[in-house]
């Protein structure tokens, strides 16, 4: 079993999959979300499906001090949807990760691969991979 990672966005969505021994976080690149949550829903679940996902985690976007701003209720209703869409597809854990900082920490990341910091969706894979990457750690640290 394998874990999918997302960078949730209004444009794009960074999707990102765990190694099978769940080491690691590779991008699965990013999903267009102008054409609605519905279609991103629908191709989440093609992608969990694909690739025998059991837990899906989400970036969480928290503010800084930790209060919920108005993308956590985009975010928590996305998971709502992602969730039904699974019932009776395949059973699924979705967990919401904190994901202050990913941002900043993708655009530090692609500077340092030279990575043109307009370049649409680089970012969103970036995070999402990041996102995906500290829950893996954090399993294994027992964190």
């Known amino acids: 079993m394998r874990v999918l990672g997302i960078d949730y966005g209004d444009s794009r969505v960074g999707v990102a999959l765990s190694d099978p021994l769940l080491i690691t976080a590779n991008s699965l690149g990013i999903v267009d979300a102008k054409a609605g949550r519905r279609q ?30 108005p993308r956590v209720k985009v975010t928590e209703k996305f998971a709502r949807e992602l969730e039904e869409a699974c019932k009776g597809v395949r059973s699924v854990e979705i967990v919401f990760w904190d994901e202050r900082l990913t941002t900043r920490m993708a655009d530090r990341a692609m500077i340092e691969m030279n990575v043109h910091q307009r370049q649409k969706g680089v970012s969103d894979e970036i ?17």
């Open 40 to 69: 991103v829903v629908a191709r989440m679940v093609e992608l969990l499906t694909k690739h025998d996902v059991s837990t899906v985690v989400i970036g969480y976007p928290v503010n800084m001090d930790g209060s919920k701003g």
């Open 127 to 143: 995070a999402a991979m990041l996102i995906l990457q500290n829950y893996l750690d954090s399993r294994r640290s027992g964190v």
